[in-house]
């Protein structure tokens, strides 16, 4: 029966086109109503809770962090700096793409942002110099998702928040399959680009080490940045709020003395910034309030013990997990559907003995797979909007697919060596 009243309850809402924050949160006092004696209050307590978490006033400022470094254009001279790098490479600028998605979304912490800042930069010079057009879109879209597991991430910090992990933990744990994954991204542009030379023009003149090493002096700001936020929170000498305050300020100064930003699009990045985290909160208080339900109708509970008396077992468990949430991922984007599966996933897979900083991590890399999922995609709209449709959504979903499946190989190589996301948490913490 309360199977069928959470799935009734969520489809109804649903189906009159409500928001996922919305369905979420009627949801659950319905559930509280009918089967804990009317008990709705205590959604109520929740939401508070949830709200008043010191950990969780670093969202805004992280987003408000990538806004001021999208609106500055340091993005553009960040790829301008790495161009050389990789000029003589077989796929040349389609390496720059991961290269800087990787460092911006160093300092970013959103998917989709880093997506917009690289791409709005990459894609017309790409056009431009006759790269294939899906194939830019496929490396954009793809690179962009390394925003959300590089530190400092918004699903990391969101995880932390709503499970009470070690925020310092999680984003540690993000930094090596981060770059691990860049690199496989890397390694298919060089052996793709290998066997078609057609999908990216030939290198131009070689550019000496000096030279390359000259070009990278411009970017220390970025590099600085970064140290800034994330040396403050490995040291212990700042909480994640206190470093996400600490990164706002300093993106700010930095921008305006070596960017482009004015006070008008200061203004601007923090009006973007307050609509983001609305929509982002609007789903937490559904996910919280239907959270509290669940949890305290004992309903992880009740289905852990479903798992140990079926014999699945913890792997076959999670196999199911990351299958639901590939599914899933064709029909919410990312944060949603983290928040919206947490309150199941999270007790159930950590009581069969799965590591939360590890499921963190684990999490994060399936939302990222939603992140370039039609038809939701988020990464894919954005970047099929910035080259104003002169690559569909179909084509571009086909191009990211590479990309789509390695990121389910980093999950199966983080199922298997779970040391990859735990060793650099266990050295610093």
């Given at each position: 029966m309360f199977w069928a009243t959470l799935l009734a309850s969520l489809t109804l809402t649903a189906i009159t086109g409500a928001a996922l924050g919305a369905a979420l949160g009627l949801t659950g006092p319905i559930i509280l109503h009918f089967f804990a004696d009317g008990a709705t209050f205590l959604a109520?307590?929740?939401?508070?809770?949830?709200?008043?978490?010191?950990t969780l006033s670093a969202i805004p400022l992280f987003i408000l962090l990538g806004e001021i470094l999208l609106q500055s254009g340091i993005s553009r001279r960040v790829y301008t700096a790495l161009t050389p790098v990789f000029q003589r490479v077989t796929g040349g600028l389609l390496h720059t793409n991961i290269a800087v998605c990787t460092v911006f979304g160093a300092v970013s912490g959103s998917s989709m942002s880093t997506a917009a800042a690289v791409g709005s930069v990459a894609?017309?010079?790409?056009?431009?110099?006759?790269?294939?057009?899906?194939?830019?879109?496929?490396s954009l879209a793809g690179g962009g998702t390394l925003g959300l597991l590089i530190p400092p991430s918004l699903s990391l910090l969101i995880y932390g928040a709503l499970t009470e992990t070690s925020i310092g933990r999680l984003f540690m744990a993000g930094i090596l399959p981060g770059l691990i994954l860049s690199a496989l991204f890397m390694a298919?542009?060089?052996?793709?680009?290998?066997?078609?030379?057609?999908?990216?023009?030939?290198?131009?003149?070689?550019?000496?080490?000096?030279?390359?090493?000259?070009?990278?002096?411009?970017?220390?700001?970025v590099v600085l940045l970064i140290i800034a936020v994330m040396?403050?929170?490995?040291?212990?000498?700042?909480?994640?709020?206190?470093?996400?305050?600490?990164?706002?300020?300093?993106?700010?100064?930095?921008?305006?003395?070596?960017?482009?930003?004015?006070?008008?699009?200061l203004l601007a990045c923090l009006h973007r910034a307050v609509l983001t985290y609305a929509a982002i909160g609007f789903v937490v208080v559904g996910a919280v309030v239907l959270a509290q339900s669940v949890a305290i109708l004992g309903v992880p509970q009740a289905l852990l013990e479903t798992v140990r008396q079926s014999g699945l077992g913890?792997?076959?468990?999670?196999?199911?997990?990351v299958a639901i949430y590939v599914l899933l991922g064709c029909l919410f984007d990312g944060l949603s559907l983290m928040i919206m599966t947490l309150p199941i996933v999270f007790p159930l897979l950590t009581q069969l003995g799965f590591d939360p900083i590890w499921l963190g991590v684990?999490?994060?890399?399936?939302?990222?797979?939603?992140?370039?999922?039609?038809?939701?995609?988020?990464?894919?709209?954005?970047?099929?909007?910035?080259?104003?449709?002169?690559v569909g959504l179909g084509r571009a979903a086909l191009a990211?697919?590479?990309y789509w499946l390695l990121m389910l190989v980093g999950v199966v190589l983080l199922t298997l060596f779970p040391e990859i996301a735990l060793v650099l948490p266990d050295l610093v913490f």
């Open positions: 109520l307590d929740a939401v508070w809770n949830a709200f008043n978490s010191f894609y017309p010079e790409m056009a431009r110099r006759g790269y294939h057009k899906p194939t830019v879109v496929g298919y542009i060089y052996v793709r680009c290998a066997r078609d030379r057609s999908l990216s023009p030939e290198g131009g003149s070689r550019v000496s080490l000096v030279a390359v090493l000259k070009g990278l002096v411009p970017i220390w700001p040396g403050s929170i490995v040291l212990g000498i700042a909480t994640p709020t206190e470093a996400a305050g600490v990164g706002v300020a300093a993106a700010a100064l930095i921008s305006a003395i070596w960017g482009e930003l004015t006070v008008k699009g913890a792997t076959g468990v999670l196999i199911i997990v684990l999490v994060t890399i399936m939302i990222e797979i939603g992140q370039v999922t039609p038809p939701v995609g988020l990464n894919l709209s954005v970047l099929v909007a910035i080259t104003e449709d002169e990211t697919m590479p």
